[in-house]
């Protein structure tokens, strides 16, 4: 069981090509987050939502486009990708100010470029 | 600059066997969590520890952190065929925010 679901769970895409991936949570948190995991590199955080604002962008391109219309959805806007790109994209969740800082992870959207 | 190291990186076990796993840094921590990562899906919490000398236990896998809140390590009695995965250990800087620093994670295979 999860409590973050992500669509597609699969997604093959030109590098002309616009694509969503989507992020819903039914836990109730307040704070959202796209992480990116590439081959043998450490999970690298993307962008946090915290109360439905942009609180962090950490130096990610203009090609992807994060999106959190409420605090129970989070977009991420694809548009241009180079085939380095390509890797396995988390969205996760939690409760701001929680003091476990416990976040839980969707199951992951893997996205190739071609 | 890795501010979390996780060893080792990869593990190759016959069932039966222990093993631990360790993640250490130079920066003290708020919480530590662990988390076990099977191919193509995303992280499942295994547990958070924010006590300094905390040790907490699940099952067949004990999870301690260190007194000074800068390291970790699991340790797994008797590891099963369906403990294979990767491993990885978080830690948040602040007390106020989820944003989690990961090690490179360890891969564990453990053969029947």
């Known amino acids: 069981e999860t409590g973050v679901t992500q669509t597609p769970r699969h997604l093959v895409m030109g590098m002309t090509n616009k694509k969503s991936l989507k992020c819903e949570q039914h836990l109730g948190h307040n704070a959202m987050y796209w992480y990116k995991q590439s081959a043998k590199k450490p999970l690298e955080l993307m962008f946090v939502y915290s109360l439905e604002e942009r609180v962090e962008n950490n130096s990610v391109p203009s090609r992807f486009s994060p999106e959190c219309p409420n605090s129970s959805h989070l977009f991420l806007h694809l548009h241009t990708l180079q085939p380095e790109d390509s890797a396995l994209y988390l969205c996760?969740?939690?409760?701001?100010?929680?003091?476990?800082?416990?976040?839980?992870f969707g199951e992951g959207s893997w996205l190739t470029v071609v | 600059t890795q501010l979390l190291e996780q060893s080792p990186q990869f593990l190759s076990i016959q069932e039966g066997e222990n093993l631990t796993v360790y993640c250490n840094s130079s920066s003290v921590f708020s919480s530590l969590q662990w988390y076990r990562q099977e191919p193509g899906e995303g992280p499942v919490l295994l547990v958070t520890v924010v006590t300094g000398g905390e040790v907490k236990k699940l099952k067949r896998l004990t999870f301690q952190f260190g007194d000074a809140r800068k390291d970790s390590s699991l340790h797994i009695t008797a590891a099963q065929p369906g403990d294979t995965g990767l491993y990885l250990c978080?830690?948040?800087?602040?007390?106020?925010?989820?944003?989690?620093?990961f090690g490179q994670g360890t891969t564990l295979q453990v053969k029947p």
């Open positions: 978080a830690g948040a800087r602040s007390s106020n925010t989820g944003k989690l620093i």
């Open positions: 996760a969740s939690s409760s701001a100010g929680s003091l476990r800082n416990t976040i839980y």
